[in-house]
T-cell receptor, first 110, second 115 residues
Framework: GENVEQHPSTLSVQEGDSAVIKCTYSDSASNYFPWYKQELGKRPQLIIDIRSNVGEKKDQRIAVTLNKTAKHFSLHITETQPEDSAVYFCAAWGGQNFVFGPGTRLSVLP | DAGVIQSPRHEVTEMGQEVTLRCKPISGHNSLFWYRQTMMRGLELLIYFNNNVPIDDSGMPEDRFSAKMPNASFSTLKIQPSEPRDSAVYFC?????????????FGDGTRLSIL
């Protein structure tokens, strides 16, 4: 089955700097890769997603890139703000199973 | 749109008791997912339904766990008998067909504590 790894597990950046979180997946049949943000005590919320027929997608300060050959995808947050502090999860869908990465705790320091 | 509605928000019960968690998906969504979240194991998919039919229950930890979806607007996750290691936050999520390749919308979760 699918296996998703995520790095780093924790990330601290200064406000205004960029943050990058990387995920790898094992199932070459996976074709959908969402990213979720979860604030403390709250539900995961979708922030951006990408499908396997696209290499990059942007939404304001957030972007996701996908390398199907290497089977990895990354989340990029530019001009980070304190409200970006949260746990971020990547996930992969291979048609039969939806697998989440272990999460990255992002702290944006003022 | 009311979003995915879960009840109860919090549940505290003694081990051995039956626990029933409830979920109402977003109207029009035809895929429903149950997740369990713990610090140790992260976010785990337990089971998902498509058009009220269970598609993959390989994540259900053991026979003490069961899930049903009697109609498009309601699902339950039941634990009987409950054990302290079942303590976790249980999330329900729904999406529009075909489920896996469409964004999932999560409910606010049920925080379950088994004493």
């Amino acid at each position: 089955g699918e296996n998703v790894e995520q790095h780093p597990s924790t990330l601290s950046v200064q406000e205004g700097d960029s943050a990058v979180i990387k995920c790898t997946y094992s199932d070459s049949a996976s074709n959908y890769f969402p990213w979720y943000k979860q604030e403390l005590g709250k539900r995961p919320q979708l922030i951006i997603d990408i499908r396997s027929n696209v290499g990059e997608k942007k939404d304001q300060r957030i972007a996701v890139t996908l390398n199907k050959t290497a089977k990895h995808f990354s989340l990029h947050i530019t001009e980070t703000q304190p409200e970006d502090s949260a746990v971020y999860f990547c996930a992969a869908w291979g048609g039969q199973n939806f697998v989440f990465g272990p999460g990255t705790r992002l702290s944006v320091l003022p | 749109d009311a979003g995915v509605i879960q009840s109860p928000r919090h549940e505290v019960t003694e081990m051995g008791q039956e626990v029933t968690l409830r979920c109402k998906p977003i109207s029009g969504h035809n895929s429903l997912f149950w997740y369990r979240q713990t610090m140790m194991r992260g976010l785990e998919l337990l089971i998902y339904f498509n058009n009220n039919v269970p598609i993959d229950d390989s994540g259900m930890p053991e026979d003490r766990f069961s899930a049903k979806m009697p109609n498009a607007s309601f699902s339950t996750l039941k634990i009987q008998p409950s054990e302290p290691r079942d303590s976790a936050v249980y999330f329900c999520a729904s999406s529009y067909n075909p489920g896996g390749s469409k964004p999932q919308h999560f409910g606010d979760g049920t925080r379950l504590s088994i004493l």
